[in-house]
């Protein structure tokens, strides 16, 4: 199983509301990643998480909050967000974080902000 | 910083032809060459990856050419195929880092 599931798949909310977007894994990976991409653009990193330490943020706005309640689910809980924040988020999982080891990435969540 | 370096941004190739997608870098840290295939509305999947230590891997189709001096690696499909057109990604990481750093993409189009 090289799977990581991702739930929903799509979203859409309005910028009073809180949300919140789930990964799971079950390969046994000890680092789990959130990514934000915007159309036609590479992802890019927003937290990243070794074994179930929080071990990455990338100057991320506090309106996202992401969550790791254990190694196999990986939590983005979205409040107040801005029209801007409309996107695909993308979880990954590795082995860990070491150089060498393959990253799997769910399908994404299709954000949309109103 | 753009670390990792793609061209083109677009390439349109004919069924049967070869598809080659370059990607240059700039840390020397860097020791972990992936390359990812993006379909509409999916997530990237890992269709390659590379390592300095050789200078090319291949599986099926798909060839990474890996040249350590220069600090370029590059990305070719053999006998192109429709199905094979998508957003190709470079991307790179340390060895010890955590960070996956991705060019900016290359949108692949296999004329039939």
């Known amino acids: 199983d090289t799977e990581v599931t991702q739930t929903p798949k799509h979203l859409v909310m309005g910028m009073t509301n809180k949300k919140s977007l789930k990964c799971e894994q079950h390969m046994g990976h000890r680092a789990m990643y959130w990514y934000k991409q915007k159309a036609k653009k590479p992802p890019e990193l927003m937290f990243v998480y070794s074994y179930e330490k929080l071990s990455i943020n990338e100057s991320v706005p506090s309106r996202f909050s992401p969550e790791c309640p254990n190694s196999s689910l990986l939590n983005l809980h979205l409040h107040a967000l801005q029209p801007e924040d409309s996107a695909l988020y993308l979880c990954?999982?590795?082995?860990?974080?070491?150089?060498?080891?393959?990253?799997?990435f769910g399908q994404g969540t299709r954000l949309t902000v109103v | 910083q753009q670390q990792v370096k793609q061209s083109p941004q677009s390439l349109i190739v004919q069924k049967g032809g070869i598809s080659i997608i370059n990607c240059a870098y700039e840390?020397?840290?860097?020791?972990?060459f992936p390359w990812y295939q993006q379909f509409p509305g999916k997530g990237p999947a890992l269709l390659i990856a590379i390592r300095p230590d050789v200078s090319e891997k291949k599986e099926g189709r798909f060839t990474i050419s890996f040249n350590k001096s220069a600090k370029q690696f590059s990305l070719h499909i053999m006998d192109s195929q429709p199905g094979d057109s998508a957003t190709y990604f470079c991307a790179a990481k340390r060895e010890y880092g955590n960070k996956l750093v991705f060019g900016a993409g290359t949108i692949l189009r296999v004329k039939s």
């Open positions: 990954a999982s590795s082995q860990s974080v070491a150089g060498g080891t393959e990253a799997f």
């Open positions: 840390n020397t840290a860097f020791d972990y």
